[in-house]
Each structure stands twice: as C-alpha cells, then as structure tokens.
C-alpha cells in the first residue's frame, strides 16, 4: 500500500520566522523519521508529503495515496487541523485519526465541553470569554460568579500546554480581568475560563472509535521540584525530562478517568488513536479537561507513546495498530 505522511515540520517554520512557542506543536525531522520507519515497517512504501500547502501541490499535480498517515497540526485558524483531512475527503483519500468536523470541535475546548456537557460526561462548569468586552457585561459577570476563585484560564484553541503558565491559576478579581486581556491580546482568540481542579492529573490514550473504542491506561503526571507548580504548562512540558514523571495508575480514581476519557471519545466521535486530559477536583471526582485526537506521536516524548512505552509494548505495534484502524475503516 502507498501511503502518503502529511506533516508540519518545526524547523521550516522556524526559518520563516515563527517563535519557539508558535511552532511548539509542529514536528521534528526525527519524529518523521521515526514514523516513516515505523510505516514502512508494517510493508507499506511511504510517500513523506509535508503541510498542507504541499499536499495542495502534490493533489493539483495527481498524485494519490491508498492512505494518508496524517499528522499535521495547521498554522492559522480553529480548523487548522481539519485542512488536510477536508481536502483528502474532498478527493477521496482516507487519512488516519480524526475527520474534519471532528477536529475543529475538538480544537475549540469551549464547544468540545459544551457538546459533552450535553452528553452528561463529567466535566467542570466553564466559561469562555470571547472578546475584552465580555468582562463589562452584566450578565456575563454574572455567569461568571457563579464559578468559584480559584479559577483556571487558558487561550480556548492551542495545544502542547500553550499559554498555560502560572498567572494561569488566578484567585482574584484583579489578577483574573489582567490575565484574561493579557491572553486575549497574545493568542488573538478566545479564553477558556474553569475551576482549578487540584487534584491529580491524568492522561488516557485511547484507540478505535465508536463501540469498539477501547482505552489505552490512564498515565498519572507527576510535577518535579524543578517545575512550574500546580499546572501541566507549555514550560513544562517542553522541559518535561527534567520537570515532569509518568506513571500507569490502576487504582480506583485512575479507573474512573479512563471511563470518562472513553465516555467523552465516544461522544464526540472521535477515531483511530489520540489522548483525553483530566483531572480530579476537591471532591474527589475526575472531570474531562480536553481531549487530543491528533495527538503528538513521537516515539520517545509524546504521551501517548511514552505510556505505550510504559506498558512494555513496541512503537511500531502502535503505528500499526492506527493504520489497521484507518483500513478498516476505508474499506467498509
């Protein structure tokens, strides 16, 4: 089978001029590597296309794929990471995980916990405030106090912990109003408003989709000595090494957060392989924070394969686990 690797590789960005932290989701030449590797190992031959654009150019010319292994992240808007999944649906082409519809839900953590919301999946009451203006409005207010301080906050669509930083917690009126303008003004979208949960922090890998989506485990995330406290931030996560520890949890609440990670995938209809974050509250229950359906997938650093890793199981068992599902699916 041919199958084509859609990518956003980091470094070509960083050329153009982007920051560290505006490329922070996009990929390194070794997790491509790593992954055409991983491909090619299950007898496929790999077609590496590159971003989005690249796949415009490579579409207008011709070429086609029996499947496209896909992985790109996008740059500029919610459904950034829905552009190469809508044109591959618009030319036939099956792609791996999630499909476009699905991916620009699940960017945006506002509607992604509106729908679960809906669905009675467990997550914590929330807030978005859209514009500076919203923090004026009466009834807007008053919809806000009725979430108690603390309160966490958090730009409504990045990913890789992006715009999570300590000022992230916020006790008060005055540091809440200055925090909010402040990531309104550097994300340029929407914040996503919540109760801080100080529980523990859980990530479930999940695989499949519908009734035959199953959970991977449910990794616990153990903050160091050395790390920004009380929050799984983008400084820690790109320092995870030194900051950050993983374990597989099996225990009652570790159990209850799988079921709600699997609750939640179903819902929101997502497939093939990708990771829900949560976390438990004073009362002891875990509630769904976010969920990732185009999760990172480098072999050595991303959660999903560091708790397959875990596990004692191979990567390429795991590329080829995803494929298998993508397969299936495309052949009927």
Known sequence: MRVGLTYDLRSDY????????????????????????????????VDRIGNVRDLVSRLASGDRWDLVFNIAEGMHGIAREAQVPALLEAYGIPCTFSDAGVLTLCLHKGHTKAVLQAAGVATAPFLVCERAEDLARADWRARLDAIPFPLFVKPVAEGTGKGVTPRSIVRDTGDFVATVRDLLKAHDQPVLIEPYLDGRE???????????????????????????????????????????TYSIATDAQAKEAEAVALAAWRALGCRDAGRA????????????????????????????????????????????????????????
Do not use: C
């Not at 009734?211 to 931030?233: F, I, K, N």
């Not at 991303?302 to 052949?331: F, H, K």
């Open 14 to 45: 960083l050329r153009r001029g982007y920051s560290p932290e505006e490329t922070a989701e996009f990929d390194k030449e070794e997790t491509i590597d790593g992954l055409a590797h991983a491909i090619a190992a299950h007898g496929h031959a």
């Open 202 to 244: 859980f990530t479930v890998g999940l695989l499949g989709s519908g009734a035959s989506a199953r959970t991977v485990a449910a990794m616990e995330v153990h903050l160091g000595d050395g790390a920004e406290p009380g929050l799984y931030s983008y400084f820690n996560k790109e320092n995870w090494e030194d900051r950050v």
């Open 277 to 332: 974050d949560l976390r438990a509250g004073s009362d002891g229950r875990v509630y769904f924070l976010e969920v990732n359906p185009l999760a990172g997938i480098n072999a050595q650093v991303s959660d999903l394969p560091i708790m397959w890793r875990l596990l004692g199981r191979n990567y390429e068992d795991l590329i080829g686990i995803i494929l298998d599902e993508a397969m299936s699916r495309a052949q009927g």
